[in-house]
C-alpha cells in the first residue's frame, strides 16, 4: 500500500509553506495599521523568502515544479472565468480565494523570470508567456468583477438630504405692469460647517469596501492599474451621471440657457442652486471619501481617479452658472443672481478643499471665475436698475392719483434686497469709490455702508421720476394728491421694515414732512378758492342778500363739482385718507357753518342745499376712488 501513495518532495513542501508566508506577509504590508517600517521590514522578509524559494525550485527537478504549478493555476483560472456568476454574489469567501489564485500567478511569474536555465532557455520563455496570458484572463474576469460589484452596490441619498432655500421668492415683472405687495418673509438658512462629517454619505454599499480595495492591490500588483481606474472611473461617473438625472438637473449648453424665457431660466436656476450645494457638500465630499479609502495606499492615483470622476459634472455646473452671468441684466433676476452668489461664497472652502491638488486646480480656478463673474453681473444689475427708474417714463397720468406701480415695485425690491445686505456691501463698496453720483450727493452720505448709500440713490431717483409723474396732471390738486399718496407709501415701507437701519430716523423726518407738506398744498388749491366764496361777509354791511346768496350758491356748485371729481381720486392708505378728511372737514364745516348761520335771515332758504351735517357726509366720500355725482339733497321753501 505504500507505494501508492502520492509522493510530495520535500523541496515541494517548502516551496507551498515559503509561498503560503509570502501571502501573510503581503497581506500583512497591505494593512492602513501597519507602521512604514514595520511594513519595510515584511517586504524584506517576503524577498527573502522569494529567493528562497527560487532556490527549492532549482534544488527540485528543474522547470518542471514551475509547469505543473502553472497547469493548476490555469485550470483554476478557467474554472473562474467559466463561471457566469459574479463570485462575491454567489460566495464572498470564494472571491478571496479567487484572489489568492492571482496572488499564485504573480509569484510564479516572478519565478519563472528569476529562474535560470541553460538548455531549456525556450521552455522558460514558453511558460512565461503561457503564465502571462492567464494574469492576462484573471485580470480580464476581475475587471467585470469590479465593473459588476461598483454597480450593483452603488448608493444613492435622497436629494431632500440637504435643500436650499432663498431668502426671498419674488417674481417682478421688469417693465412695471403690474406689481403688488408682498409680505417679505425672512427664511433661515442652514449652512453648517464645511466639508461637515455629518454631510458624508456612503455611496457604496460597506460590505464590498475592503474586497475593493483587494481587488485595488491584486490589480496594482500586478501592473495592471491604469485597467483599474479606467473601470472605476467609468462606474463612478456613470453614478454621478444618474444622481444629477435624480435632481433633474439637464445638460444645457450655453446657448441654451441664453434662450430661456425668464420663468424657465429661473425654474433651472433654483434648481441648479440646490444642486450645486448637494454636489459639492454631499456627493462630492462622500466620493472623494470613497476613493481615498480604495486607492489611498497608491499615492495621487486616488485624486488623479477623484479629478477624472467630477471635473466633467463640475464644469457642467459651472457652464450653466457662467451662461447666466452673461444673460440679460433684467432687475428680476438679481435675488435669483444674489442666490447663486451666496451659495457660490459659501461653498468656496469645500471647492478650495475638494480640489487643492495640482490635478484639481482647472475646476478650481474655473469655481473662482465664477464666482467673480456673477459678483459682477449682480451689480452691473443693480446699478442698472436705479437708471432705469430715472429714464422711466409715461405719457399718460395714473389712474386716481394713487401708488403707482413704480413705488410699489422699487420700495418691494429694495426691501427684498435687505436680505441680501452683506453680499452686496461686499460687493458695492467699489463702486462707490468711482460713481459719479456720490459726488452729488451730500457729504453726509459719504459715511454711509455701500447698500445704504444706493438705497437712497435709488428713491432719490424714484422721488425725481415722481415728480415728472405728476406733472402728466392738469389738476394741480391732484398732482399733490400723487406725491403725498406715493411719499407716504415709501415712508411706510421704510419705516415698517429693516429699510429703517439703512435710511435712519432724518430720512424718515423728512420725508413725512415732505408729505405732509403736498398735503397742505393740496387743502391750499384745492378749498382755498371754494372758501374764499364764503369771505364775503367781511365786507362792510352793506353787502345785499343777493350777493350773500350768490356767493352761497356759488360755494355749493363748487362743492358738488370737487365731490364729483374727488371721489374718484384715491388715497389707498386708511390713515392718510382720514387725516386729510378730517382736516378738509375743519376747515370747510366750520367756513360753511358760521357763513350759513351768521347770513340765515340774509339768504333764501332755496340758496342753502346743504346741511353742515351732510357736508361732513359727503367730505368722507372723498378719496375713495369711486366716482359719485351730488344731488341736493336739502331743498327749503
Not at 427664511?187 to 458624508?200: C, D, H, L, Y
Not at 486616488?302 to 457662467?322: A, D, K, P, V
Not at 369771505?535 to 362792510?540: A, E, G, I, Q, R
Amino acid at each position: 500500500m505504500e507505494e501508492h501513495k502520492p509522493v510530495i518532495s520535500t523541496c515541494e513542501q517548502d516551496q507551498h509553506v515559503v509561498a503560503a508566508a509570502q501571502h501573510i506577509l503581503k497581506a500583512l504590508a497591505a494593512s492602513k495599521n501597519v507602521s512604514s517600517d514595520l511594513r519595510k521590514t515584511l517586504l524584506d522578509v517576503e524577498s527573502q523568502l522569494s529567493a528562497i524559494s527560487i532556490v527549492n525550485e532549482r534544488k527540485g527537478r528543474g522547470i518542471r515544479p514551475l509547469e505543473n504549478r502553472l497547469k493548476c493555476v490555469e485550470d483554476k483560472v478557467t474554472r473562474w472565468i467559466a463561471n457566469p456568476s459574479m463570485t462575491w454574489d454567489s460566495s464572498p469567501n470564494q472571491s478571496s480565494d479567487y484572489l489568492k489564485v492571482v496572488g499564485e500567478i504573480q509569484t510564479l511569474i516572478q519565478s519563472l523570470e528569476s529562474f535560470s536555465v541553460v538548455n531549456d532557455n525556450w521552455r522558460q520563455k514558453e511558460l512565461l508567456e503561457r503564465a502571462y496570458a492567464v494574469l492576462q484572463d484573471a485580470m480580464s474576469r476581475l475587471e467585470r468583477e469590479l465593473d459588476h460589484i461598483l454597480v450593483e452596490h452603488k448608493q444613492y441619498f435622497e436629494p431632500e438630504y440637504m435643500s436650499f432655500d432663498s431668502k426671498m421668492d419674488m417674481a417682478y415683472d421688469e417693465s412695471f405692469r403690474e406689481v403688488e405687495d408682498e409680505q417679505v418673509n425672512e427664511v433661515s438658512r442652514s449652512t453648517g460647517s464645511s466639508q461637515s462629517e455629518a454631510n458624508i454619505v456612503d455611496l457604496m454599499n460597506p460590505a464590498v469596501l475592503e474586497y475593493l480595495k483587494s481587488i485595488a492591490n491584486v490589480m496594482f500588483d500586478s501592473k495592471y492599474h491604469q485597467e483599474f481606474c479606467q473601470v472605476f472611473i467609468s462606474s463612478r461617473r456613470n453614478a454621478l451621471a444618474e444622481y444629477f438625472v435624480t435632481l433633474k438637473m439637464e445638460k444645457l449648453s450655453i446657448e441654451d440657457v441664453l434662450k430661456l424665457e425668464w420663468q424657465c431660466l429661473n425654474h433651472e436656476m433654483k434648481k441648479w442652486i440646490r444642486a450645486m450645494k448637494i454636489i459639492v457638500q454631499v456627493y462630492l465630499v462622500s466620493e472623494k471619501r470613497l476613493c481615498k479609502h480604495i486607492l489611498g495606499d497608491f499615492g495621487s492615483f486616488y485624486q488623479c481617479c477623484f479629478s477624472e470622476i467630477s471635473q466633467s459634472f463640475m464644469l457642467l455646473l459651472l457652464n450653466f452658472g457662467e451662461a447666466v452671468a452673461m444673460g440679460a441684466h433684467a432687475p428680476e433676476r438679481i435675488f435669483r443672481l444674489l442666490d447663486m452668489h451666496e451659495v457660490l461664497e459659501h461653498l468656496s472652502v469645500d471647492v478650495d478643499k475638494l480640489f487643492f491638488e495640482e490635478v484639481g486646480a482647472f475646476v478650481r480656478g474655473e469655481f473662482h471665475k465664477l464666482l467673480t463673474s456673477i459678483g459682477d453681473t449682480i451689480k452691473s444689475t443693480f446699478l442698472a436698475f436705479r437708471n432705469a427708474i430715472a429714464t422711466n417714463n409715461s405719457k399718460t397720468p395714473f389712474p386716481q392719483g394713487g401708488v403707482h406701480h413704480v413705488t410699489k415695485y422699487v420700495m418691494n425690491y429694495i426691501t427684498t434686497l435687505v436680505e441680501y445686505g452683506d453680499t452686496l456691501n461686499l460687493l458695492l463698496v467699489e463702486e462707490c469709490s468711482t460713481d459719479p453720483a456720490v459726488y452729488k450727493q451730500e457729504t453726509s452720505a459719504l459715511s454711509l455702508c455701500p447698500v445704504a448709500f444706493y438705497f437712497r440713490s435709488i428713491t432719490t431717483a424714484l422721488e425725481s421720476n415722481l415728480s415728472n409723474k405728476s406733472k402728466l396732471y392738469k389738476d394741480v390738486g391732484l398732482q399733490h394728491i400723487f406725491m403725498m399718496n406715493n411719499i407716504r407709501y415709501m415712508v411706510q415701507k421704510v419705516k415698517c421694515s429693516d429699510l429703517s437701519h439703512f435710511f435712519g430716523d432724518c430720512w424718515l423726518r423728512q420725508h413725512t414732512a415732505e408729505y405732509q407738506r403736498d398735503a397742505r398744498c393740496y387743502e391750499r388749491v384745492t378749498w382755498g378758492p371754494i372758501l374764499s366764496m364764503l369771505k364775503v361777509d367781511n365786507l362792510p354791511n352793506c353787502v345785499s342778500p343777493r350777493t350773500l346768496e350768490k356767493s352761497c350758491k356759488k360755494f355749493c356748485n363748487a362743492f358738488r363739482e370737487v365731490y364729483r371729481t374727488q371721489t374718484g381720486w384715491c388715497i389707498q392708505d386708511s390713515q392718510l385718507r382720514e387725516d386729510l378728511q378730517i382736516s378738509v372737514s375743519q376747515k370747510v364745516v366750520l367756513a360753511y357753518g358760521s357763513y350759513t348761520g351768521r347770513n340765515s335771515l340774509n339768504i333764501a332758504d332755496k340758496y342753502i342745499k346743504y346741511t353742515v351735517e351732510d357736508l361732513q357726509t359727503y367730505i368722507l366720500d372723498l378719496f375713495q376712488g369711486s366716482p359719485k355725482s351730488l344731488h341736493y339733497t336739502q331743498q327749503r321753501n
